[in-house]
């Protein structure tokens, strides 16, 4: 017989609750006083329910979150963070240890995953104006949490100590130290020494099982409690009208059953989703590491292909310029587009839409060219030998590229007379959709030498 408190209730329930949920007032108290979903608001807008609106991606993101903290503590059991060991502890997890091989195919997929779903999250907030009415500190920390799952990737990438895993750390570390005033440090600090060795699988291991998982969960948490005192997730201001010409308040939901039901649902789906992903593609394994043989080409972590392959069309610094231009418009995103009228409405409106359209549409045509013309047509460096290096293949190409989205900034603003919130859509769209298609375009179309290959 389970003891009970004075108000009759089991000790199971008191580990979790304070009280109770019979009823609205009860849940409302149930989810404040929750251990974990204290961090949801005790109601939330019913409209914010709606799958098409937030499609799941920040409960699938940290869902995927969870996943990878539990199956990276196992593997912990039996990973030796040794250059001598490392690889041949991955083959024992592999093939010796009881579910070894799906555990690290699960967290393997999962990383990859997070990626993608931490992205279009951000996009989701992006289009919905999400940054808006307040909410400008969350949608920064939400940068910074994309920023650190990214370095969860490149850290974790190390690990299994084979001919990917180094080829790519070591073109990684390579683009890092391009980075303006800390790039060499930071690159330095990891790699503690030449090149890619024992000092970098050490500090690797470390930042990728204490330091980052630390930051990432005080991140989150922040981020969600954050969520929950800016008023929930975004929603359109303007209310329903009745038929009375009265305004009609929008309903709100219980957090329980309502929100709760919902991330249950999708997280369910996801986690047999990814299982059964992981039990028919392991995680990839290649040859132990050779520094004396590196592969052609040796390319970097597929979420870095758009960076490299920018560094082949301009000079590093012109390259990683343009990136922290973009990175900071994105942060100040919310100084960029104060206009709060149209938050909770997916590409601000009917027109907003159009414009995303266009832009994507514009660089689905225009960088494939720019692509193609620079690889095979256009040397800058021999069209002008009188001129530094800096300066014909860094400079020119960044004003090119800034002039470009000043074009399109001009096209939708001036010639397509959209409002200055529309044209940030179209205009990030362009840039959005170049970002991936440079990756693509990494990943898939560069063979021997970096050269431009067909894959098919």
Partial sequence: MSERTPTNQPRRSRLLYTSAAPDDRSRMRAVANNLILHLHPTKVPAPAL???????LGGISATLAVVLIVTGVLLMFRYDASAAT???SIQLIETQVLFGSLIRALHHWSANLLVITAFLHLLRVFYTAGFKDGRSTNWIIGIILFLIVLTFNFTGYLLPWDQLAYWAITVGTSLLSYIPLVGQAISDFLLAGPVVGQGALRNFYALHVAVLPTLLILMMSYHFWKVRKDGGISQPKEEEMEENGRRRPIERLTTIPHLVQVEFAAASVLIAGLLLFAIFVPAPLEELANPSHPPNPAKAAWYFMGLQELLLHMHPLAAMLLTGLVLLALIFLPRLDRDAADIGH?????????????GALLSLGLIPMLVVVDEWYLDLPALLPGWPTLLSNGLLPLLFSLFGLFLIYALFRWG???????VLVGLFSF?????IILTLIGVFFRGANMALVWPF
């Fill in 86 to 88: 490392a690889y041949t």
């Fill in 431 to 435: 840039i959005f959709v170049s970002l």
């Fill in 416 to 422: 397509g007379r959209l409002r200055h919130s529309e």
């Fill in 346 to 358: 997916y590409f601000r409106s009917a027109v907003g839409r159009r414009a995303a359209a266009l």
């Fill in 50 to 56: 709606k799958w098409s609106y937030t499609w799941g």
